[in-house]
């Protein structure tokens, strides 16, 4: 397995020959075979729309996230917390993330469903943590899925700040943690410098556009 981190929480992985790309909020040229959405907001829903009719790939999403993208005349693919679909031999697993999730239209707030994470295990099981706050069932999902790479938001106001996402790298136990959610906006960013010191060799700080095997 492979990945690219696209800037803010975008994410490309690519096994088997697929690409599986999460939070599209890029403008990094894709072409995706499945796109996974953590929840609506503008900054994470990014292209979806555009990709989809242009590519045509597989759209995973909360039901009501799903829902909203269907009356765009996108084909997704609704599931929700604890569930899974397997594509193109892919398996990918909603599952909890603390946070909120809305489009706005004509300045209106549209509800589309709770936000979420991603577990995908192709050769390699990744997590990511989509917008979220720190919580203790983050121990979880190590148990249950043992991801071998969490990508963990860590600028803090809108999500889970250094301090918080090193518990969490603590709660996962992954061989390596993956910066994410920073740096994006003034409200966001961060040094890192507490995760450099805590974790060392398993921060893994990726350039953006560039390929990295897990």
């Known amino acids: 397995m492979k990945f690219r981190w696209l800037g803010h929480s975008a994410l490309e992985l690519e096994d088997k020959g697929k690409k599986i790309v999460v939070d599209p909020f890029t403008e990094e040229s894709l072409e995706p075979d499945t796109i996974c959405l953590t929840h609506g907001h503008s900054d994470h829903l990014g292209s979806t729309i555009d990709l989809a009719k242009k590519y045509n790939p597989k759209v995973v999403a909360i039901f009501e996230l799903a829902s909203y993208l269907q009356s765009k ?8 917390m604890g569930g899974s679909v397997i594509i193109d031999g892919i398996e ?18 549209i509800y589309t469903g709770e936000p979420c994470g991603y577990v995908i295990k192709g050769s390699k099981t990744a997590y990511h943590a989509g917008d979220t706050s720190l919580f203790s069932d983050m121990r979880l999902i190590k148990e249950l899925y043992a991801p071998d790479i969490s990508f963990l938001p860590v600028g803090g106001f809108y999500t889970m700040d250094e301090r918080q996402a090193l518990m969490a790298a603590e709660l996962l136990g992954s061989h390596k943690i993956v910066p994410i959610h920073y740096n994006t906006f003034d409200l966001i960013k961060t040094d890192l410098n507490l995760l ?15 390929t990295y095997e897990i």
């Open 73 to 80: 005349g996108i084909d997704a693919i609704g599931i929700n």
């Open 196 to 210: 450099k010191e805590k974790l060392g060799e398993n921060l893994l700080v990726p350039e953006k556009g560039m």
């Open 92 to 109: 990918i697993t909603m599952v909890e993330a603390k946070h909120s999730s809305s489009v706005i239209e004509e300045g209106k707030i």
